[in-house]
């Protein structure tokens, strides 16, 4: 049965957050300093709560619901020069025009 998401502790909705952040059972327990165990009991009991199937399930029900956010990823941005930015118009120029000014065709 499916409780109000609301009703998730903040130690369940810290693990649920880890766990949408790609951290298995083992990495909760010890970035949290508590036992595998317990981690399992939580994840258990949250996934009541959600009316989850499963972890994944658990994740999506509380992202989906509001009780998470998504969890933030920083991706390192590549540095591009000025002669890579030019290369790369020359390029597209190359193969993307023809197809607009008549040329060959793929």
Do not use: W, Y
């Not at 120029?93 to 607009?100: I, Q």
Request: hydrophobic content about 40%; glycine content about 8%; cysteine-free.
């Amino acid at each position: 049965m499916q409780s109000d998401p609301g009703e998730l502790s903040n130690r369940e909705r810290e693990i649920v957050a880890l766990a949408a952040a790609g951290l298995s059972d083992s990495d909760i327990s010890a970035t949290l300093q508590i036992s595998p165990r317990t981690v399992a009991a939580h994840m258990r009991n949250l996934r009541r709560k959600l009316g989850a199937r499963n972890r994944t399930h658990a994740v999506a029900r509380a992202l989906i619901s509001g009780v998470i956010g998504l969890p933030v990823v920083e991706v390192p941005v590549p540095q591009v020069t000025g002669k890579q930015i030019a290369n790369r118009a020359d390029m597209q120029e190359s193969v993307f025009l023809p197809m607009f000014r008549g040329g060959p065709r793929g």
